[in-house]
Every structure is written in structure tokens, then in C-alpha cells.
Antibody
């Protein structure tokens, strides 16, 4: 059974960089069949897609985050990471990592099928 | 990239059916059959309930079904049970390797 686990500081100061890591167990991150993604949820609000990364290191992020996002992947450790620069209070949220199925023509589309439990990150001085 | 539009809340009595809508645009919901739905209990991670508009992962009861018409997708829950009370989110591929979620709908079982 695949499991994902987020880790990182629970408190980040304004203007600094938020850094989180997602450790994957019960399966390999080094696969052509899936992307690996980050989704966040501000307290009392809805879900927002942050970005996704492929085993090759190719990544995509939400344009609304104005290029503040950097992602990396370490297939030797089965983990991937998120770095969000210049954070403000608006970045306070529960951050989830998730597995994103890659679309295969005629077989399946894109969907987030496995999620971590989430980790709360608060931006405050 | 704007969030997909969902009703903030819906309700129904046990045994009834409810339908949650998810309205997007010609660039996301209408353009691709890559709509998925997630169930989320308070302080828990989301759970995949429907993918590719109308497919159910193993373990999801067949009381949950999905459909789409134009730029609006729908999640229907039939035979409502108390345990279905949760928040539900839709998600769509929006092209150029981006994804967009709906604002979420709170389902209350009366």
C-alpha cells in the first residue's frame, strides 16, 4: 500500500521560504505512470493545486503563485520537495502531497489517487 | 486560472439522492474528460471518489456516480447515508499541465 508523508517546519516567517518534503513508501517514485503533486488548503477554505513534478525532474506549477514555486525530486530516496519563496500570511495552509496518475490515451486520465495526511504550515513572525 | 464553481452547500435526507454541480470553462471541464471528485472529512486528507468524469476507484460504493454536460460536471450520491456527510471537491485538468479545483461543497445529511 503506497503511503505519502509530508514533513517540514510548521512555522515560517514572512518573506522567508517554505520548504516541505514528501516521503513515499510502499512503492517507487521512479515511475513513468505517475506525477507527484502538492496541493494546499488554507484554514476553512478549499483545495488549491500548487504544482506537480515528474520522475525526470520536469515540473509544472500554478501560474497564480507567480513563479514563487520550486520543486525537486530525489528518486534514490523516494521523496520530492516543495519550496515556496517570499511567503506571506496568505500562504498559511495545510499542505498535502499526492500521487497524480498520468493520462494514458484511451486508458485513463489525470487524477490524484493517493494523498498524504497533510501538514499545517503557519506563516507568522 | 479560476477555481471551478461549486454550490457552497447541499443537503438531503437519508435514502434520498443529491447532485453536486461543478462549473468550469471551455478551457477545463468542457475541454477534457479529466474531471475527478474528492470526499473530505474534517481534518482528514481528501479521498478520490470519481475519476475521468464517471469512473469509480475500487472500494467506492456504486451509490456515487459522475457525469458531465458541456462545461459542468456533476457528482450524484444516491441512497444517502449519514456517513456521506462531508465536503466534496471537483478537480479538472486545465491544459498545459495545470489542474484546477472547485471551491468545495458541504453535504449535510438531514
Amino acid at each position: 500500500q503506497l503511503q505519502l508523508q509530508e514533513s517540514g517546519p510548521g512555522l515560517v516567517k514572512p518573506s522567508e521560504t517554505l520548504s516541505l518534503t514528501c516521503a513515499v513508501s510502499g512503492g517507487s517514485i521512479n515511475t513513468i505512470n505517475y506525477y507527484w503533486g502538492w496541493i494546499r488548503q488554507p484554514p476553512g477554505e478549499g483545495l488549491e493545486w500548487i504544482g506537480s513534478i515528474y520522475y525526470s525532474g520536469t515540473s509544472y506549477d500554478n501560474p497564480s503563485l507567480k513563479s514563487r514555486v520550486t520543486m525537486s525530486i530525489d528518486t534514490s530516496k523516494d521523496q520530492f520537495s516543495l519550496h515556496l519563496r517570499s511567503v506571506t500570511a496568505a500562504d498559511t495552509a495545510v499542505y498535502y502531497c499526492a500521487r497524480l496518475a498520468r493520462a494514458i490515451r484511451g486508458v485513463r486520465g489525470y487524477y490524484f489517487d493517493q494523498w498524504g495526511q497533510g501538514t499545517l504550515v503557519t506563516v507568522s513572525s | 486560472q479560476s477555481a471551478l464553481t461549486q454550490p457552497r452547500s447541499v443537503s438531503g435526507s437519508p435514502g434520498q439522492s443529491v447532485t453536486i454541480s461543478c462549473t468550469g470553462t471551455s478551457s477545463d471541464v468542457d475541454a477534457y474528460n479529466f474531471v475527478s471528485w474528492y470526499q473530505q472529512y474534517p481534518r482528514k486528507a481528501p479521498r478520490l471518489m470519481i475519476f475521468d468524469v464517471n469512473k469509480r476507484p475500487s472500494g467506492v460504493p456504486n451509490r456515487f456516480s459522475g457525469s458531465k454536460s458541456g462545461n459542468t460536471a456533476f457528482l450524484t450520491i444516491s441512497g444517502l447515508q449519514a456517513g456521506d456527510e462531508a465536503d466534496y471537491y471537483c478537480c479538472s485538468f486545465a491544459g498545459s499541465y495545470t489542474w484546477v479545483f472547485g471551491g468545495g461543497t458541504k453535504l449535510t445529511v438531514l
